[in-house]
C-alpha cells in the first residue's frame, strides 16, 4: 500500500508540474494524439439500417402508404436507388451485404436454419471473407452493431459459442441484440457481446425503442478516448418482420387506415409511384394471385381482420422510423450529421409467409396444420400487441411490393427488389435525387469501403481474404445512368432461380406458395424460364420468353455460368435436409441416452439446441433447495405465450403450465406449497391417444412432489413442431417472452438447484 501510495503522490506531483500557471503555459501546444487515429477521424461515419421483411412499396418516399418521415428525410437529403436487388431471403442477403461476395460464395444460399452439408449452404462464413466492419475496424474505426443477427449455424447461437461467427467474431467491438431470425419486441431475448442479458422492464417497452437507446449509447462512448473515432454502424431493427409487434400508440394512430384493402391501396402505391418517377409512366401492377381474392370478394369478418392485420405492420415500421429519427438527431445534435454516411435498405421483398389469413403466431409457418381464420379473429382486439405473435395476410405482401410480382423467397422481382436510400451530406451534392442504374446488394461493402476513403484489408485474423465480388457504386453518385446498366447477376433460393441482365430478368416459379411448411425434397427443378423487360414492364407481367428464345437461351447460359462460379449448384429444395437433420437427432439422442441433465441456471439456449420436449413424451426430474415459502419462478421454461411450456413453482406451488399454438392454456397445479430445504419434483408428459384429423392428440401430465403424485390430468392438443422461431429454453429463469403470464421475464428461480434432468427414454 506505501508503494502505491508513492507512485500515486509522485504522479500527482508531476501533473501538478505540468499544469498552466501562466498565459504563455497554456499557449503550448498538448501532446499529439495517435496519428493513425487523427486521421481515421477525418473519415465519414457510416450509419446502415438494414430493415427486414420491407417490399418495394411500403417506405413513403417510394410511393408506400406506411409513414416514414425519417426514411424520406434521409431521402431528401441525398439519392434514392429505384434498381437495387437483393437475395430473396435475410440470412443470404446480410451474408452478403457485409462481407461484399455473393451469398452462395459466403456459404449462405439459403436461411442459415436450413443450413445443407454443401460449400454454398452450410451457412460457415469462410474467413477469407472479411466483412466490412472488420475492414473498417483495421482502418480506426469505432464498429457496432444493434439488432437482429441470424446469419450463422444454429448449433453456434447458445451462450457455449463458438463465438467465430457471432459479431464479435466478425468484426464488430459492441454488439447488443437477438441471434435469430425474429424476435418478440415486447419481450425480446438478448445478448450483449456474448453474454445473455435481459431486456429493460418497463410497462412501455418495445425493441426498437431499445435499440435506438444503445445505438446513442454506443455513439456517446466514442467521448471517453483522445480522439473521437468515425464509427460504423449496423442498426438491424426487427422491424418490418414477424411479430408485428407496436406500441399501443402506434396502433391505434393507423386505425382504419386500410379499411379500403389491398387492391385499392397497390392502386394508390402504383399512382404514387409514377408521379414519384419511381416507375415508368403506362407501368402496370402484377396480377393479383389467381388465389388471393379481391378485397370487394371477402366477408365483412374477414376485411375487418385483414386490415387490422395491415394496421399492425404499418404502426411497427413507423415506430422504428420514429426511433431511427432519434439516431438521427443524436448525430445532428452532436455535429456530425452532415459527416455521416447513410444507408437504408431491406433484406428482401415483403413477406407472404403469412399465407392467405395471416396468423395469429408465427409458429404455425413450421406447423403441420395451418390456423383456422377463426382462431385469429378471436384476437382481433389484440392483435399487434404483446398478446399475439402475428404475421399479416399475403393480399399485404402483394400490396407491399407494388408494381412487382411475388415475394420474399422468390426470385421474382417481389423477393429481391427493394428501397435504397443513400445520404451524406458532405460528400454527396445531390438531394432528392434518383438513381436508375442496377446495384446489388453484394456492392454495398466495397462502395462503403469507397466511400470511407478505405482500401481492402489484404489480411483478417492472419488469413488472407478472396476477391471482393461486389462493385463500389460510388461513382452513380454524381452520374445519373440508365436503368439498364450495371452487370448480369444471378438470384437463387431453394429453387427459385433468376437473371438480371441489362434491364431484362429470366425467372423460375419452383416454389411460390412460402408459407407452405410442406417439404418439397425431390421436386425437380425443370420449370421453364419466363422472361421479361423490367425496364417497361416491372410488374413482370408480360412474358416474352415464346417471343424471345434466343435471349432466354443467353440468360440461361450467363445464370449456370455465375451457378457454377458461385458455389448454388448442386441446388437444394426446402426440407432436403429433413433426413439428414433426423439422422443427427436420433445420434444425439442416443449418444445422451437419452438424457439432457443442468446442473446450474442456464438461458438463452435456442430451440435447436433445447430438448426435443415438443416432439417425444419425457420425463423431467428436479431437486432444489428452496430456501424460503412462497417462492414464484421457473424450474424450466420453453417458448412463451404462443406457443410454450415450462415448470413453473407459484406462490411455492408446483405447477405445469401449456400454452397451446392456438392461445389454449393448461395448468396442472399442485394444491399445497412446497416446504423449504430439499424438494424433488417429477413431471411426466406422455402422449395418450391417436392423432385425430385436426393432428390432435390426448397428452397425459402427471405432477409428483417429493414421491407423491399432486397433479393429474388429461390435454387434447396439437403439439406443435415448432415452438416458434425466436423460442429459447432455459433452467432456472425464464427470457423473453415468459410461459407464466406476469411473470418477470429473465428473473431467477429463487432456489439452488441441483439438477434437472430431462429422460426421453423412461417410462
Known amino acids: 500500500m506505501r508503494l502505491w501510495g508513492s507512485l500515486i503522490a509522485a504522479w500527482m506531483a508531476a501533473a501538478l508540474a505540468l499544469a498552466p500557471a501562466s498565459v504563455a503555459a497554456q499557449d503550448s501546444p498538448a501532446p ?20 427486414d421483411d420491407v417490399g418495394f412499396g411500403q417506405v413513403g418516399s417510394f410511393g408506400g402508404l406506411v409513414e416514414t418521415p425519417n426514411i424520406d428525410r434521409v431521402a431528401r437529403l441525398g439519392l434514392r436507388y429505384d434498381n437495387y436487388r437483393t437475395a430473396p431471403m435475410c440470412s443470404p442477403a446480410r451474408a452478403s451485404f457485409l462481407t461484399g461476395r455473393m451469398p452462395h460464395t459466403v456459404h449462405m444460399g439459403g436461411h442459415a436454419l436450413q443450413a445443407f452439408d454443401a460449400p454454398g449452404y452450410d451457412a460457415l462464413i469462410p474467413p477469407e471473407a472479411g466483412t466490412v466492419a472488420e475492414n473498417l475496424r483495421q482502418a480506426g474505426y469505432a464498429t457496432f452493431a444493434v439488432g437482429k ?31 435469430a431470425a425474429d424476435t418478440d419486441q415486447f419481450f425480446p431475448t438478448l445478448v450483449r457481446n456474448n453474454q445473455p442479458v435481459q431486456a429493460p422492464s418497463s410497462a412501455d417497452y418495445h425493441f426498437s425503442a431499445d435499440m435506438a437507446d444503445q445505438a446513442i449509447a454506443m455513439i456517446r462512448t466514442r467521448d471517453a478516448g483522445p480522439v473521437a473515432r468515425p464509427f460504423f454502424m449496423y ?9 408485428h409487434h407496436a406500441p399501443q400508440a402506434w396502433l391505434d394512430h393507423y386505425r382504419g387506415r386500410f379499411d379500403e384493402g389491398w387492391d385499392v391501396a397497390r392502386q394508390r402505391i402504383l399512382d404514387r409511384q409514377i408521379e414519384a ?37 404499418a404502426a411497427m415500421l413507423s415506430h422504428a422510423d420514429h426511433e431511427f429519427g432519434r439516431v438521427l438527431d443524436e448525430l445532428e445534435a452532436r455535429g456530425e450529421l452532415d459527416n455521416t454516411v447513410i444507408l437504408i435498405v431491406s433484406d428482401n421483398g415483403a413477406s407472404a409467409e403469412g399465407g392467405p389469413d395471416g396468423v395469429l403466431t408465427e409458429a404455425y409457418i413450421g406447423n403441420e396444420t395451418p390456423v383456422r381464420f377463426e382462431e385469429n379473429l378471436a384476437l382481433y382486439d389484440q392483435w399487434g400487441g404483446p398478446q399475439t405473435h402475428p404475421h399479416y395476410s399475403y393480399g399485404w405482401a402483394v400490396a407491399g411490393n407494388t408494381p412487382l410480382r411475388n415475394w420474399k423467397q422468390t426470385a421474382h422481382d417481389g423477393g429481391i427488389r427493394v428501397p435504397m436510400v443513400l445520404a451524406w451530406p458532405a460528400g454527396i451534392a445531390a438531394r432528392g435525387e434518383l438513381r436508375n442504374q442496377s446495384v446489388h446488394v453484394s456492392d454495398m461493402m466495397p462502395t462503403i469501403l469507397d466511400l470511407a476513403g478505405v482500401a481492402p484489408a489484404a489480411l483478417v485474423n492472419n488469413v488472407e481474404q478472396s476477391p471482393i465480388e461486389g462493385h463500389s457504386i460510388a461513382a452513380t453518385i454524381t452520374a445519373p445512368g440508365s436503368p439498364r446498366d450495371g452487370r448480369a447477376q444471378y438470384s437463387e433460393l431453394w429453387g427459385n432461380r433468376g437473371l438480371w441482365d441489362q434491364g431484362w430478368t ?51 447460359q450467363e445464370w449456370l455460368a455465375q451457378a457454377n462460379a458461385h458455389n448454388v449448384l448442386p441446388q437444394h429444395n426446402v426440407g432436403e435436409n429433413t433426413a439428414d437433420l433426423a439422422r443427427q437427432f436420433m445420434a444425439n439422442l442416443q449418444a445422451r441416452q437419452g438424457r439432457w441433465t443442468y446442473r446450474n441456471p442456464v438461458g438463452n439456449v435456442p430451440f435447436g439446441l433445447a430438448p426435443p420436449l415438443n416432439f417425444l413424451p419425457h420425463t423431467v426430474t428436479a431437486s432444489f433447495e428452496l430456501p424460503r415459502a412462497g417462492v414464484t419462478g421457473p424450474i424450466y421454461a420453453f417458448g412463451g405465450q ?4 415450462g415448470l413453473y413453482l407459484v406462490e411455492g406451488r408446483p405447477v405445469f403450465l401449456f400454452n397451446a399454438i392456438n392461445g389454449e392454456k393448461f395448468s396442472f397445479a399442485g394444491e399445497d406449497p412446497l416446504a423449504t430445504g430439499h424438494n ?33 390430468g388429461v390435454m387434447h392438443i396439437e403439439m406443435p413442431r415448432m415452438m416458434g422461431i425466436s423460442a429459447t429454453f432455459s433452467v432456472g429463469l425464464d427470457a423473453g417472452d415468459p410461459v407464466l403470464e406476469g411473470y418477470r421475464p429473465g428473473t431467477p428461480l429463487d432456489a439452488r438447484i441441483g439438477t434437472v434432468t430431462f429422460d426421453f427414454f423412461a417410462r
Open 642 to 645: 404462443l406457443p410454450g411450456m
Open 149 to 179: 443477427w441470424d446469419h450463422f449455424p444454429g448449433a453456434e447461437a447458445s451462450p457455449a459459442g463458438p463465438f467465430t461467427h457471432w459479431p464479435s467474431g466478425q468484426g464488430f467491438e459492441q454488439f447488443y441484440g437477438f441471434l
Open 506 to 556: 429470366i425467372v423460375t416459379s419452383h416454389r411460390l406458395q412460402t408459407w407452405e411448411s410442406a417439404q418439397n425434397a425431390g421436386q425437380p427443378f425443370d420449370e421453364p424460364w419466363e422472361l421479361y423487360d423490367v425496364v417497361s414492364d416491372p410488374g413482370q407481367t408480360r412474358n416474352l420468353a415464346a417471343q424471345e428464345p434466343d435471349r432466354v437461351a443467353a440468360m440461361a
Open 680 to 712: 424433488q419434483l417429477s413431471l411426466r408428459l406422455a402422449r395418450s391417444s391417436a392423432l385425430d384429423e385436426a393432428n390432435r392428440a390426448d397428452w397425459t401430465v402427471t405432477l409428483n412432489a417429493n414421491g407423491e403424485q399432486v397433479a393429474q
Open 32 to 51: 499529439a494524439p495517435d496519428r493513425a487515429a487523427t486521421q481515421a477521424a477525418q473519415r465519414p461515419n457510416v450509419l446502415v439500417w438494414m430493415m
Open 235 to 243: 442498426w438491424a431493427t426487427g422491424a418490418a418482420h414477424a411479430p
Open 277 to 313: 418517377g419511381i416507375v415508368p409512366a403506362g407501368t402496370q401492377l402484377a396480377p393479383r394471385p389467381a388465389d388471393l381474392p379481391a378485397w370487394a370478394d371477402l366477408s365483412a369478418d374477414q376485411q375487418r381482420l385483414y386490415a387490422r392485420q395491415m394496421e399492425a405492420f
